[in-house]
């Protein structure tokens, strides 16, 4: 059966470091994109599996009109499959 090529929700924009001082910078064409610009609030969500952080998500905090959990839990789940099948 042919696959329909649907739009990918998440992809690598950039890879970035963490300096001394544990800050990051967004790169200029993404922070355009993404109209993050000075004083835009972002709210860092860690994702655990196994007990441990395995990613972190930023999101701009007015992206957040529910939970986290009802907001994330489709992509995370998309992305990591629901533990309870793999038990």
Same mark, same amino acid.
């Given at each position: 059966?042919p696959r $329909?090529?649907? +739009? %990918?929700c998440? /992809?690598? &924009?950039?890879i970035?470091?963490? &300096?001394s001082k !544990?800050?990051?910078? *967004?790169? /200029?064409e *993404?922070?355009?994109r993404a109209?993050?610009k000075?004083? $835009?609030k972002l =709210? @860092?969500? =860690? #994702?655990e599996?196994a007990?441990?952080v395995c990613c @972190?998500?930023i999101?701009k905090t &007015? =992206? *957040?009109? !529910?939970t #986290? +959990?009802c $907001? *994330?839990?489709?992509? @995370? $789940?998309? =992305?990591f !499959?629901? %533990? &309870?099948?793999? +038990?």
């Amino acid at each position: 059966m042919p696959r $329909t090529k649907t +739009k %990918e929700c998440c /992809k690598i &924009d950039a890879i970035v470091n963490v &300096d001394s001082k !544990g800050q990051l910078v *967004l790169p /200029k064409e *993404l922070r355009e994109r993404a109209n993050i610009k000075p004083n $835009t609030k972002l =709210a @860092l969500i =860690a #994702v655990e599996q196994a007990n441990q952080v395995c990613c @972190l998500v930023i999101m701009k905090t &007015d =992206a *957040l009109e !529910g939970t #986290v +959990k009802c $907001t *994330l839990a489709p992509i @995370l $789940t998309q =992305a990591f !499959g629901n %533990e &309870d099948e793999n +038990k």
